[in-house]
């Protein structure tokens, strides 16, 4: 069966270091991966979506990044977090075959002090 | 481009009441349509789905009904549980990317 992994679960981090979130899936190939962010209160915003290796798409400029260097591994990254990028990350997959229909991760928690 | 609109909350209701949370939505060609729900400081969960006009998903005593003609999907149980205490989420696909609605919070107290 299918799985995502995500982590770290919370994280809390000083303005201006940098950022690492890592997502990776088991039991399929070739998912498209998606980074969401939910902040507090609010709905889910779509970061980055990625149908192949290499193959990244942005939603909204800000100075997030993310990489796909695996097939089944996206990294959400940042050299220098800002106070308004605290939050609660979702990565996901699908594959077309299902209709689009998502499978999440856990989620990562970052509170940016 | 797609969007979706959920009902605002939050909502309160009591143990057994009714529920209907109500979502429209605006798309070109043929979306499917989607409830996620999320449990407090979980991921989101697929809760139901209906992929073409007038079908109904169910899913846990929940069901929503894909209508074309006045384009919504409105989530219903006859009867809440403390349990069904979330934040669902509406959304719709085309192609393969998901839009989500706003999320409304549903508290049930005993």
């Known amino acids: 069966s299918q799985t995502i992994h995500q982590w770290p679960a919370t994280l809390v981090q000083p303005v201006g270091s940098p950022l690492s979130l890592e997502c990776t899936v088991e039991?399929?190939?070739?998912?498209?991966l998606y980074w969401y962010r939910q902040a507090a209160g609010r709905g889910l915003q779509l970061l980055f979506y990625?149908?192949?290796?290499?193959?990244i798409s942005s939603e909204v400029p800000q100075n997030l990044s993310a990489s796909r260097p695996q097939d089944r591994q996206f990294i959400l990254s940042s050299k220098k977090l800002l106070l308004s990028d605290s939050g609660f990350y979702l990565c996901?997959?699908?594959?077309?075959?299902?209709?689009?229909?998502?499978?999440f991760g856990e989620g990562s928690r970052l509170t940016v002090l | 481009g797609d969007s979706v609109t959920q009902m605002e909350g939050p909502v309160t209701l009591s143990e057994e009441a009714f529920l209907t949370i109500n979502c429209t939505y605006t798309?070109?060609?043929?979306?499917?349509l989607f409830w996620y729900v999320q449990y407090p400081g979980e991921g989101l969960q697929l809760l139901l789905k209906?992929?073409?006009?007038?079908d109904k998903g169910s899913n846990k005593g929940f069901e929503a009904t894909y209508r074309k003609e006045t384009t919504s999907f409105h989530l219903e149980k006859g009867s809440v549980q403390v349990s069904d205490s979330a934040v669902y989420f509406c959304?719709?696909?085309?192609?393969?990317?998901?839009?989500f609605g706003e999320g409304t919070q549903l508290t049930v107290n005993p």
């Open positions: 996901a997959w699908s594959v077309l075959s299902t209709t689009g229909e998502l499978f």
């Open positions: 039991g399929t190939s070739n998912p498209n």
């Open positions: 990625s149908v192949g290796i290499g193959q």
């Open positions: 798309a070109t060609g043929y979306p499917s």
């Open positions: 209906a992929t073409k006009a007038d």
């Open positions: 959304a719709l696909t085309s192609g393969s990317r998901l839009t």
